[in-house]
T-cell receptor
Framework: DAKTTQPPSMDCAEGRAANLPCNHS???????VYWYRQIHSQGPQYIIH???NNETNEMASLIITEDRKSSTLILPHATLRDTAVYYC??????????FGTGTRLQVFP | SQTIHQWPATLVQPVGSPLSLECTVE??????LYWYRQAAGRGLQLLFY??????ISSEVPQNLSASRPQDRQFILSSKKLLLSDSGFYLC????????????FGPGTRLTVL
């Protein structure tokens, strides 16, 4: 059973920030929030993960609310190559990755 | 750096024919290996995982099997393909079982006719 809820699709203009939301209201204290993305006909690609604090890497930023019931993945300057399905996954480090249906992000020129 | 390979990239097979998909990892030792399947428009379904040579755990009972004859080689097989076996097959690896981010291969697109 998926522990997260994501919108099925979103659009974003090229060069603008893409903000992808994820609800995980039943998250437990030891569960991390992971984000992967899958570009069409390719394998999923790890983006970022976090537990409580906001995280940033070269690909994206992850903002987790204080109650940890939701989070937002931010792609600061979306490009056409960021068009993909984005998966938000909640798991304990020792759990399997369970992929839901994700959010299909379409970046347009 | 580590890389993961899968072949073939695409495959079209008739119903009832056998299947063998191969996955190899380079640049690491003792990886944990995983097979996933993604049906058209669906999420990823974990099929098998392996923590070492000859050690296979099955997640979903079906007509597929997996083997790990060498440390960095993972093979997905079937004796007789079904139409429902069509999909995108992905191999992945981690350093530890479930304890790290998973890195996926490029995938094999299988069409069973």
């Amino acid at each position: 059973d998926a522990k997260t809820t994501q919108p099925p699709s979103m659009d974003c203009a090229e060069g603008r920030a893409a903000n992808l939301p994820c609800n995980h209201s039943t998250i437990s204290g030891n569960e991390y929030v992971y984000w992967y993305r899958q570009i069409h006909s390719q394998g999923p690609q790890y983006i970022i993960h976090g537990l409580k604090n906001n995280e940033t890497n070269e690909m994206a930023s992850l903002i987790i609310t204080e109650d940890r019931k939701s989070s937002t993945l931010i792609l600061p300057h979306a490009t056409l190559r960021d068009t993909a399905v984005y998966y938000c996954i909640v798991r304990v480090h020792t759990d399997k990755l369970i992929f839901g249906t994700g959010t299909r992000l379409q970046v347009f020129p | 750096s580590q890389t993961i390979h899968q072949w073939p990239a695409t495959l079209v097979q008739p119903v009832g024919s056998p299947l063998s998909l191969e996955c190899t990892v380079e640049g690491t030792s003792n990886p944990n290996l995983y097979w996933y399947r993604q049906a058209a428009g669906r999420g990823l379904q974990l099929l098998f995982y392996s923590v070492g040579i000859g050690q296979i755990s099955s997640e979903v009972p079906q007509n597929l099997s997996a083997s790990r004859p060498q440390d960095r080689q993972f093979i997905l097989s079937s004796k007789k393909l079904l139409l429902s076996d069509s999909g995108f097959y992905l191999c992945a690896w981690t350093f530890g079982v479930w304890t790290d981010t998973q890195y996926f291969g490029p995938g094999t697109r299988l069409t069973v006719l």
